[in-house]
């Protein structure tokens, strides 16, 4: 069974659920994928298609790491292109999608687990934009980012998680973004 005939199966099963927006983890690989068509991207469109239209989409990327944990809070978040040695056809696209303050002080409120800090600077890098363009083109849908707090284990973030899970009751849409393997720079080749 291809990729996209396994994701169809899961939008499929998704529809009969009421009011409830999945979370996924989607492997952004190369940020190329941001301006080619591929196997990965056509399914990242295939998705925007059959999910039913989020209230709004919080996405955790592998890419903003901070001590602390922090959720973008403007109306406006910038286009990140935190990636260097690429065409600049990809330094050129820009994901214009609205933000929601809102959406980020209802966060604070529902957050137990740590304090969480309004962001009005970071925007949305990479790991969001290249993934989130595919799925919703038209950027009509606001994006909210949250950080990986670097100095707390898996475990932790497990129970972070957990706390989120009431945002799918309220149709926002949560999507983790990275692999496993990560940060090529500290290869030995």
């Known amino acids: 069974m291809s990729a996209l005939q396994n994701l169809k199966k899961l939008t499929d099963a998704l529809k009969t659920?009421?009011?409830?927006?999945?979370?996924?983890?989607?492997?952004?690989?190369?940020?190329m994928n941001a301006i080619e068509e591929n196997e990965f991207t056509r399914?990242?469109?295939v998705l925007g298609k059959d999910l039913p239209k989020p209230t709004a989409?919080?996405?955790?990327?592998a890419h903003w790491q901070t001590k602390g944990t922090f959720v973008t809070a403007m109306e406006k978040p910038r286009t990140i292109h935190d990636f260097y040695g690429f065409p600049q056809?990809?330094?050129?696209?820009?994901?214009?999608?609205?933000g929601s303050p809102e959406l980020a002080v209802q966060m604070q409120q529902l957050i137990r687990?740590?304090?969480l800090h309004l962001n009005h600077e970071?925007?949305?890098d990479h790991g969001s934009w290249s993934v989130i363009k595919h799925i919703y083109?038209?950027?009509?849908?606001?994006?909210?980012?949250?950080?990986?707090?670097?100095?707390k284990p898996p475990q932790w973030h497990f129970e972070l998680a957990k706390e989120l899970a009431d945002l799918r009751e309220k149709g926002v849409l949560i999507i983790g973004s990275g692999n496993i393997v990560h940060n090529l720079r500290m290869l030995d080749w």
């Open 122 to 124: 970071w925007g949305l």
């Open 89 to 98: 056809e990809l330094f050129d696209v820009a994901y214009a999608a609205p």
């Open 57 to 61: 989409i919080l996405c955790i990327s």
């Open 17 to 31: 659920q009421e009011q409830l927006m999945p979370v996924y983890f989607i492997e952004h690989g190369s940020p």
């Open 137 to 151: 083109s038209a950027a009509d849908v606001p994006v909210l980012q949250l950080s990986l707090d670097y100095s």
């Open 113 to 115: 687990k740590t304090e």
């Open 43 to 45: 399914s990242w469109n």
